[in-house]
């Protein structure tokens, strides 16, 4: 059994930055694969980012935040980040963590956070 607790959010300007913070409890946690999802107003909830368990895992993300969005994750204290640049208003959306043993990207989801509202506005 996994819980993890999303924390970071809020609203940012178009162009700002924020970092998502995911705090995973339950054993065996770097041999699960860690993932960022996000449902917007009216839409079905879509992959962001994915990181493979282990040290130094590789990493995935939807083509649309590629070279602004930045997953890691932190074995020792059981954390996972999404760092987010350059956000826009596009990007706002309710961001949900999952953990996963086998899979990775949009197919993930043995476990879901409760998730963090992120808005992007002026």
């Known amino acids: 059994q996994v819980q993890l607790v999303e924390s970071g959010g809020g609203l940012v300007l178009p162009g700002g930055s924020l970092r998502l913070s995911c705090a995973a409890s339950?054993?065996?946690?770097?041999?699960?694969?860690m993932g960022w999802f996000r449902q917007a107003p009216g839409k079905e909830r879509e992959f962001v980012a994915a990181i493979v368990w282990g040290i130094g895992g590789d990493a995935v993300y939807t083509s649309s935040v590629k070279g602004r969005f930045t997953i890691s994750r932190d074995n020792a204290q059981n954390m996972v980040y999404l760092q987010m640049n350059s956000l826009k208003p596009d990007d706002t959306a309710v961001y949900y963590c999952?953990?996963?043993?086998?899979?990775?990207?949009?197919?993930?989801?043995?476990?879901w956070g409760q998730g963090t509202q992120v808005t992007v506005s002026s």
């Open positions: 339950g054993r065996s946690f770097s041999y699960y694969n």
């Open positions: 999952a953990a996963d043993r086998r899979r990775i990207g949009a197919p993930m989801g043995d476990y």
